[in-house]
């Protein structure tokens, strides 16, 4: 364990030592002044103010904050808002794209976590999906859900067709095959390792709402059938509320 | 019409045309260039600013699992900065379980196997920050946050998995602009009946953690 700690604190070192750029941008402040915060949340103190016709470097970006390098050499974090007021070298209007309605139509990569009922008892659900057009995406999830007697893993694979992408609130339909395995709590069942794998189809209806710069709500219906080794199919039906962030 | 009026309708229309022609060819010849301005077009590209808005980090402490004693603990977290003051997070934390008063007592049959003591959880949480500042000399000052989180997982022990619910505080530090220095309390909640009835138990954990944004 220990070792995959520092193997994981190496890498993100190394990470952070490569993300030194040399691109960087320069801006001239255009509004009569601009705080300058110690850090980039509001709550942090304003320590400089930045006159109009200043021109700051524009370091890097955390949330909807720019940390900035004043030409005293000193460095605070600005906000967005105040970014999209300076102008670039050129005299244009400095732009900051943020997350828009336009961008949630064309994202390519979604992840998600979502908390819901698996046939009445609670699930855990995380996905990624990926999408290849605007109304077609792939989705890989897997879902915990701890019943009294036992605990259900199921890794499902589904295509999802979004009906209309560039709605706010955009409904989307899917179908999906994968596996459940079902394992009897160990306190219950003594002799234990009655471990279950089956086979699932799933049928699934939903809605994306957009929320605003690049996250989304995301409600879920899903209806399983679990394709068992015993006579009978098992149909589930499954409910989700989720939280997702799109790239 | 008068004589007087027609000749003066006859000579606007000759000036017009020579007037525009002249207003034309004057905004057509642009006095030439002094200087040739060599400005490298360097517009803002979003893809050029470094985003850090990811924080990843290792954390050690302890945790006191209800009933069997107090452990070390060991784990490892991301988290993603949604905003200024709202974060979402995921953490996977490892202990080994203790023994029971009654198991040391008696001196009697443990109730787990080793295998049975190993204390495993991840949890997916959502935390709202209040920044501040934290002075540790009157000169000496750093950025800091104190911070709110509640979220649910799962917790492996005692051979079954369970439904836990979290609800934490904690207190950042950050060091530098990407080094953070945290100190977190955590409340895990499951429903367990290794020791008798099904019962919630609450299992404290408090950690101390460094982590870097990326």
Request: proline share 3%; glycine share 8%.
């Amino acid at each position: 364990m220990l070792r995959v700690f520092l193997h994981l604190s190496l890498m993100a070192f190394t990470l952070l030592s490569s993300q030194v750029r040399a691109d960087t941008a320069e801006v001239q402040i255009s509004q009569a002044f601009v705080n300058v915060h110690t850090g980039p949340a509001s709550g942090y103190p304003v320590f400089q103010v930045i006159e109009r016709g200043e021109w700051v470097t524009v370091l890097k970006r955390r949330t909807n904050w720019f940390k900035v390098m004043l030409g005293n050499k000193q460095q605070g974090w600005i906000t967005q808002a105040d970014l999209n007021q300076t102008k670039n070298i050129t005299g244009e209007k400095t732009q900051i794209k943020e997350g828009s309605l336009a961008n949630f139509a064309e994202r390519d990569i979604e992840l998600a976590i979502f908390a819901g009922t698996f046939d009445s008892v609670n699930g855990l659900s995380f996905a990624g999906s990926w999408v290849w057009t605007e109304n077609i995406a792939t989705e890989l999830s897997y879902t915990q859900a701890l019943g009294d007697f036992s605990k259900n893993e199921l890794l499902m694979l589904r295509i999802q067709h979004s009906m209309f992408p560039e709605w706010r609130l955009s409904p989307y339909l899917s179908l999906g095959a994968g596996l459940v395995r079902t394992t009897p709590k160990a306190s219950l069942v003594q002799s234990g390792d009655e471990v279950r794998n089956s086979d699932a189809l799933e049928l699934g209806l939903g809605a994306r709402y957009y929320l605003n710069r690049n996250f989304i709500i995301r409600l879920e219906y899903k209806n399983l059938l679990v394709i068992t080794d015993r006579d009978e199919q098992q149909e589930l039906n499954q409910w989700n509320l989720g939280f997702a962030v799109f790239f | 019409m008068e004589p007087w009026f027609r000749s003066f309708l006859l000579g606007l229309l000759l000036v017009t045309p020579s007037a525009f022609s002249q207003q034309t060819s004057s905004t057509r010849a642009t006095p030439p260039m002094v200087i040739e301005p060599k400005v490298e077009r360097r517009d803002i590209n979003e893809a050029d600013i470094d985003t850090e808005d990811f924080e990843i980090g290792v954390f050690f402490g302890s945790i006191s699992i209800e009933d069997f004693s107090n452990s070390s603990l060991t784990g490892l977290r991301l988290t993603y900065h949604l905003t200024e003051s709202v974060f979402t997070e995921a953490s996977y934390g490892v202990a080994e379980g203790g023994q029971t008063s009654y198991e040391i007592l008696s001196g009697g049959a443990p109730f787990l196997t080793d295998e049975e003591r190993e204390y495993s959880y991840y949890d997916l949480s959502l935390g709202y920050r209040f920044s501040g500042e934290t002075f540790i000399t009157q000169n000496w000052v750093f950025n800091s946050d104190f911070y709110l989180q509640a979220g649910a997982g799962n917790t492996e022990f005692g051979g079954d998995d369970r439904m836990t619910v979290t609800i934490g505080a904690g207190y950042r530090l950050l060091l530098t602009d990407w080094l953070v220095l945290r100190f977190d309390g955590k409340d895990q909640i499951f429903d367990s009946e290794i020791i008798g009835p099904k019962k919630t138990t609450h299992n404290l954990a408090f950690s101390l953690g460094l982590s870097v944004f990326f």
